[in-house]
């Protein structure tokens, strides 16, 4: 494989092309789910192949092979290079690239316990025992489960002289409990919403997530909240779960601060962002202890690596400091637009035949000096809890943003009390994380993953984690997910 | 890009290599070779030309199925696969509900449809950078930055099973989505289609500038009930959360909003939604995940959930006869209806504009999600040309906003409708849909643009 990357590398260059990467990535997957008591999908998969980006007169072209032949290659790289001259036909400025030092080195996920040598039964038996434990408790009328295991080979060759061997192993489990009655439908998740709990980890996270230990309660929480009472409208004192303020990042802080959005690049579909570079270094995202990093290095999270698609090291980039707004999700051609002196290395594509663009690494909020949640609860006089994202929504530039939780409990006196359904809140960007007075510390600090966040044209889909211990948000709009 | 007699190969292979190992085997092929020019700022960002053909095999052994996907094409590979498929399905406990591959003998002819055009399937970097620089000589003369997407090429999908099924399905598609940006305001439009000559970017990017144009200097309004006049993309974008609830698993599994709801008038008199896969203005293959021939079903008639769409194992569920629309087996989900067609009336979006006091009209919706799944509450935010329309005409951009809107109370609330198009969202797969004119629509909080 190495040989046909080094082969395309010299026919782009003998070609014309300024520059020239070639990914070649061998990948193999599992994807199991359960329904109620059978197993509801068994869909094994694996793909090989390669893709070649170049740069010809200033213009970006992509083309992918799975034909791994001298031949393949070569028909391959000549398409990328048709396609990278049509480009350059249309370029009010040629695309530069910031510098990276040249990169020959090798990086694998840490992984305790292959997940490709566990078989197939004992990964059933974790779901079908959680599931027994589940349609067990009366009114459940649904129970899922799933799990993901994805196993990624990367070699990646450009013309610079980087030469780089990735293994990457992730692998995800969560279960869902359903209850519906004649007039409404809950659900509740664990460990999360959306697929459950994914890491760049082996079979032993699933171990570490226990789904049978915890079937019993997800499974009561989801037939409580449907004779629960609806969360009240009005303005509270907001605390968030983990999980949920996870994807508060995702949506608030990781998206907004994707350069390629900043730049108008992602306007036609994805958006742009409020957060230009005219603001970096000057505005107050939020209150001083907000301090928010993307930490493409940090250990078991699915949003981490080695280096990013284009040969960039992984770095930890400070986006929020102190509360001022301070850095961007970058790649090499834009950090070169605004005169970064290196990319934030943040270039990642969902396979070998899609190109790599500006993705979330691990966004996180660091934990701040509250210690636990029940800390935060019993300082807080009026307030609502809530937990485990449900649907969420923010316009394009990223200020109005509205999420619903599965479940949420309020917080009177410093004491949580009624369970709450449908719970939901909303807000401005910077003015919601202005508010924030309090986070817990480190012993509350959960790495999420996020496994669907999608961007591109066309959609790509990307693994990105977020890390965050339960924090509040003084007079948060609440309820507001309701017509009225 | 392979040939239909490369595509039977694979599938052959698959099949001869398990013939007397399994109690059943389905084989797809998938592939395409479509590309997508990528601009913004008047320049070209990205340009990918990818090309992809993937194999899956699904295999039944003892009352147990399993699938396994490769793209490693070789025979021996594929063979590999078949194998491998066996050995996972029998690791499985046993399904009572499974049955066994689709048999050919008894089923209608499929009908033929046309959704191949060889001058679509053509077209090369260069036409799509020509076609890109033609929509951006339009934003120039007026200050405008385009951004977008200009695509095409083709996808080519075939299946077989041990039964002697055999279908096949060859489709091009030219698609483009852009934006005209000025300083604070922005349009956009966005179409896909079968054949190019039906694509007309020129004229979008000049509907499209209009917008951004007409929008600048938007003014904030109060949030609060105003009659909305949504353009067939926001239609689409609002609706598309709704197909789920049409399936026979989703009722099934409790899932849907429907439950015992099925010849209910659920929603207003003039709600008629079809699927149907040979709607002139519709695209796709005409048959399901299983081969099952897909028919045209009546969801939705004068606002009475009349059908839901059923693959063969739901349809045995409820016992009827399958609709066409299964996913391919196994699957959780089930079946889905994917060719959407809401009757639409004879209003136009300008009697439309000309007969309102008071209102807003979208262009499009954006992140549009549920939170309330027995009453179809969906959120999202609107975006790309939102006007304030007083007196019978537009005056004026506003900023944008957020709606709590239940799609079910909303299509009880429709006063008037256009006449059906094919348009293309960003939320849902294209569909054929009328612009709407809805009153009493629910708006929760304005953004800062």
Redesign the interface.
């Known amino acids: 494989m190495k040989e046909l990357a080094e082969q395309a590398l010299d026919v782009a260059t003998g070609l014309g092309a300024s520059y020239c990467d070639v990914r070649i990535i061998d990948s193999e997957a599992q994807f199991i ?1 359960t ?1 109620n008591l ?12 390669a ?1 070649i980006r170049v740069l010809y007169n200033g ?8 034909d791994l032949t001298r031949q393949g290659i070569e028909q391959a790289v000549k ?2 290079v ?12 040629q695309i530069v690239l910031a510098p990276e030092p040249v990169h020959v080195d090798s990086w694998s996920s840490p992984c305790k316990q292959d997940p490709f040598t566990i ?3 004992q990964k ?1 038996a974790v779901l079908l025992d959680a599931a027994k434990i589940i349609t067990a408790v009366k009114g459940v ?2 129970a ?1 489960g799933s799990m993901a295991f994805i196993k990624d080979k990367k070699f990646f060759a450009s013309t610079e002289g980087s030469r780089i061997e990735q293994n990457f192993i992730r692998s995800s489990c969560g279960v869902v409990a ?1 209850a ?1 009655d ?4 809950q659900r509740r998740s664990y460990p999360s919403s959306f697929g459950g709990q994914w890491e760049l980890a082996g079979w032993e996270m699933v171990g570490k997530w226990d789904l049978p230990g915890h079937a019993q309660q997800t499974a009561e929480e989801a037939v409580a909240l449907l004779t629960a009472p609806v969360c009240p409208q009005g303005t509270k004192d907001l605390i968030l779960g983990s999980s949920q303020l996870a994807l508060q990042i995702h949506e608030s802080t990781g998206h907004p601060t994707e350069l ?1 959005r900043a ?7 994805a ?1 742009a962002s ?1 957060l230009t570079p005219d603001k970096l270094g000057k505005l107050k995202y939020g209150s001083p202890m907000v301090n928010l990093v993307a930490d493409a290095t940090t250990k078991g999270s699915l949003g981490s690596f080695g280096y990013d698609d284009e040969g960039v090291q992984a770095q930890c980039v400070d986006l929020v400091k102190d509360g001022i707004f301070t850095g961007y999700l970058s790649s090499r051609d834009t950090a070169e637009l605004i005169g970064l002196k290196r990319s934030g290395g943040c270039m990642r594509s969902e396979s070998w ?3 790599p ?1 500006i993705r979330m690494t691990t966004i996180s909020l660091l934990p701040g000096d509250s210690g636990e949640l029940d800390n935060i609860i019993s300082d807080t006089k009026d307030g609502i809890y809530m937990e485990t994202n ?8 990223r ?2 943003f ?1 999420f ?1 939780t599965e479940i949420g409990w309020e917080i009177k006196d410093g004491k949580r009390g009624r369970m709450f359904k ?1 719970p ?1 809140y ?1 807000g ?1 960007t910077p003015e919601f994380w202005n508010s924030c007075d309090a986070i817990a510390g480190e012993s509350e600090f959960i790495t999420w993953g996020v496994p669907n966040c999608g961007k591109g ?2 959609s790509q889909t990307m693994w990105t984690g977020h890390g965050a211990a339960p924090a509040r948000f003084r007079n948060v709009k609440v309820g ?5 | 890009m392979l040939t239909e007699q490369q595509l039977k190969t694979l599938i052959d292979t698959a099949l001869d290599h398990a013939r007397g190992k399994t109690d059943g085997t389905e084989v797809h092929v998938f592939s395409s070779d479509y590309a997508t020019s990528r601009f913004a700022n008047n320049s070209m960002t990205q340009n990918q030309a990818p090309m992809h053909t993937s194999v899956s095999v699904r295999v039944l052994v003892d009352g147990k199925q399993a699938r396994l996907t490769t793209d490693k094409l070789d025979p021996d590979n594929i063979r590999n696969v078949v194998d491998k498929a066996i050995v996972v399905a029998k690791l499985l406990e046993k399904d009572p509900k499974l049955l066994p591959v689709l048999s050919p003998s008894g089923l209608p002819p499929i009908k033929p449809v046309d959704r191949y055009d060889e001058k679509t399937g053509k077209l090369s970097p260069e036409d799509r950078a020509k076609a890109v620089t033609s929509i951006i000589s339009v934003g120039k003369p007026k200050t405008l930055k385009a951004a977008g997407t200009y695509s095409s090429g083709v996808h080519l999908q075939a299946m077989g099973n041990s039964a002697g099924l055999y279908r096949y399905h060859q489709e091009t598609g030219a698609g483009c989505s852009l934006t005209m940006c000025a300083s604070d305001s922005t349009g956009w439009a966005k179409q896909e289609q079968p054949h190019v000559t039906a694509l007309h970017q020129v004229d979008m990017a000049q509907s499209a500038a209009s917008k951004a144009v007409g929008s600048a200097n938007p003014q904030e309004i109060d949030p609060g009930h105003y009659t909305v006049i949504l353009e067939p993309s926001a239609v689409l974008d609002m609706l598309g959360m709704l197909w789920h609830d049409f399936t026979g698993t989703s009722y099934t599994d409790k899932l849907s909003c429907f439950l015992d709801k099925l010849n209910t008038k659920v929603f207003g008199e003039n709600i008629t939604i079809h699927d149907d896969v040979y709607h002139p203005l519709q695209a796709g293959a005409p048959f399901d995940g299983e081969g099952v021939p897909r028919k045209k079903v009546t969801l939705v008639e004068k606002g009475v959930v009349k059908n839901l769409v059923h693959g063969r194992r739901s349809a045995k569920e409820f016992g009827v006869e399958p609709t066409g629309h299964g996913l391919m087996e196994p699957t959780s989900q089930g079946e889905y209806p994917v060719n959407i067609v809401v009757e639409g009336g004879d209003t136009s979006l300008e009697e439309m504009i000309r007969t309102t006091d008071r209102g807003i009209l979208l262009t499009r919706v954006w992140y549009v999600r549920e939170v309330d799944p027995t009453t179809k509450i969906v959120t999202g935010m609107t975006r790309d040309g939102t006007f304030l329309v007083e007196n019978g005409q537009v005056k004026h951009g506003v900023k944008n906003l957020r709606f709590n809107e239940s799609i079910i109370e909303m299509l009880n609330r429709v006063i008037a409708l256009g006449p059906s198009v094919r348009i293309a969202g960003e939320e849902s797969f294209p569909a054929v849909v009328p612009p709407m004119k809805v009153a009493y629509f629910n708006f929760e909080s304005t953004t800062k643009f």
């Open positions: 789910e329904k059978r197993v509801s999908a068994v869909n094994f998969g694996s793909s090989l192949g893709g213009g970006w072209g992509f083309a992918s092979t799975q398409r990328a048709a396609v990278a001259k049509a480009s350059s036909l249309v370029m009010e400025k078989s197939l039964e059933l009328t649904l899922t359903n519906t004649d007039h409404d439908r390629d730049l108008g690049q992602e306007i036609n579909y958006g409020f035949n899609r190109t663009i449900k649907s969420w929504s923010i316009d394009q530039l200020y109005n509205q619903s449908n939901s909303g401005i044209q066309p507001i997910a309701t017509k009225v």
